[in-house]
């Protein structure tokens, strides 16, 4: 009697499933770093100590333009990663490329925002709002500019050699690194503008 055997594919030892698993792994790292950061501004963020509150620093208008900016983003990221499993090199390379110029034209509103603040004598060091507010908002800038940076490491790949399967697997990443960081703005923007905003 003949023993028929299926095959399964070894999802356990594919390259990609790995990468993807592992930096699902680091993204919920990050996250605990980002619900810390939170939640010392929930403790510490009414503290004004004399100072200046959110409402009468934050110009809400500015915010919302960044925040659609970066809402942006994440459409033109998910479009270059879908793009990519497609193989279509030109397609992600524009659509990164569009996603690194909204980064860099966000990171340029929020130093804006930062020299505004510290000019007006309004520094880290000056009450524990603003210590936990330029921390919280200030790691998530950071991030974006990490996400930047990656992006402008990896399009030259993509330009030189084309969707291969190493190039794939990054690209993949750094579209879930760019949906991260936009869903925790998300958040600061609710919860830190738009919450804060009302403190007076």
């Avoid at 994440?74 to 990164?96: D, E, V």
């Avoid at 520094?123 to 524990?128: E, G, I, L, N, T």
Wanted: proline share 2%; hydrophobic share 50%; net charge neutral.
């Amino acid at each position: 009697m003949t023993e028929v055997h299926e095959s399964y594919p070894d999802t356990h030892h594919d390259p990609y499933s790995k990468t993807v698993f592992g930096f699902w792994v680091y993204l919920l790292t990050d996250l605990i770093l980002f619900g810390a950061l939170f939640a010392t501004y929930a403790v510490l963020g009414r503290n004004f100590f004399g100072g200046p509150s959110g409402k009468e620093l934050f110009h809400l208008p500015f915010t919302l333009t960044e925040t659609i900016i970066l809402l942006t983003c994440s459409f033109t990221s998910g479009m270059g990663g879908a793009l990519a499993h497609r193989k279509n090199k030109k397609g992600t390379i524009f659509y990164f490329l569009i996603t690194v110029l909204l980064g860099i034209v966000f990171l340029g509103m929020e130093y804006t925002e930062f020299s505004r603040f510290i000019e007006g004598g309004n520094k880290w060091d000056k009450s524990a709002f603003l210590s936990t507010f330029f921390t919280l908002v200030g790691t998530h800038g950071l991030h974006v500019a990490i996400a930047v940076l990656w992006t402008l490491v990896l399009l030259p790949l993509v330009y030189m050699h084309g969707i291969t399967s190493v190039v794939l697997r990054r690209m993949t990443c750094l579209k879930m690194f760019w949906q991260f960081i936009n869903i925790v703005w998300v958040f600061i923007f609710t919860l830190v503008y738009l919450l804060g905003g009302e403190l007076g």
